[in-house]
């Protein structure tokens, strides 16, 4: 009966201690996530003086009418789809809920639809330092070794946006070819939610598109000074 209850004790603390590695590790791998996040907020974050390329396209926000919860939620999505396929890319395990699943399984089914894949960045934060405008690229790599590279983005859409995406793509070459040798070709990858094989929106990079994009940022220029000075009158009128 004593080594009975001895064999019993030992099976108990091997449970314990088996449980208490388990925890351990665990403990570990959230430690090691999140210090991954933070490195790479830390890596992004936006130098002062700079504008983002997002900003520049809410000259025509299209979600104004959307209800504000709604539209943070459908945010929020994205961006927890972006660091998925963003770990995947760079070999790290992504953490997967039921609600993005979906998305990162339609990206599966699009890489394994592809001959080839080269990346070359991942998840980038680029300068213009003339322009003094910014954007973080999701992917800039070749799907063959002919092309080079192009500019690929991940969208968790419902509907496609020609002209939207398309001008992104352009201020995206726009930033991308100050680092890179860059193909005039920009790909929209746009995930399914019920993790179905994506829609591809490709759109060629020319200088009409390129002629665009720099009206926008003109027209957007033009619009801040204004305001700033609206403003200074404004507080100036204040003082008096």
Partial sequence: MQYASFYVLILLSDSCLITLHEIYLQYIWEIFLAFAYLL?????????????????????????????????????????????????????????????????????????SIKDLFPTSIEERIYDDKLMITGQLDLIGALSKEEGNVVIDWKT????????????????????????????????VQLKKDGSLPKV????????????????YSCYRYLEDWLKKRDRQQCGKQQL
Avoid at 73 to 98: F, M, W, Y
Avoid at 161 to 186: P, V
Wanted: hydrophobic share 40%; proline share 2%.
């Fill in 40 to 112: 790479n907020v830390g890596i992004n974050m936006i130098k002062e003086g700079y504008t983002r390329v997002s900003e520049i396209l809410s000259q025509w926000d299209k979600f104004g009418h959307v209800n504000q919860e709604i539209l943070s939620r459908k945010c929020a999505i994205g961006t927890q789809v972006h660091s998925a396929i963003c770990n995947h890319l760079r070999g790290i395990p992504p953490v997967l809920d039921e609600e993005i699943e979906g998305y990162f399984n339609s990206y599966i089914r699009w890489m394994l």
């Fill in 157 to 188: 859409s419902i509907s496609a946006s020609k002209e939207f995406w398309s001008l992104q793509g352009a201020f995206y070459y726009m930033l991308a070819s100050k680092k890179y040798d860059m193909a005039k070709r920009c790909i929209f």
């Fill in 201 to 216: 929106h490709s759109y060629t990079i020319d200088e009409e598109l390129l002629s665009v994009a720099m009206n926008a």
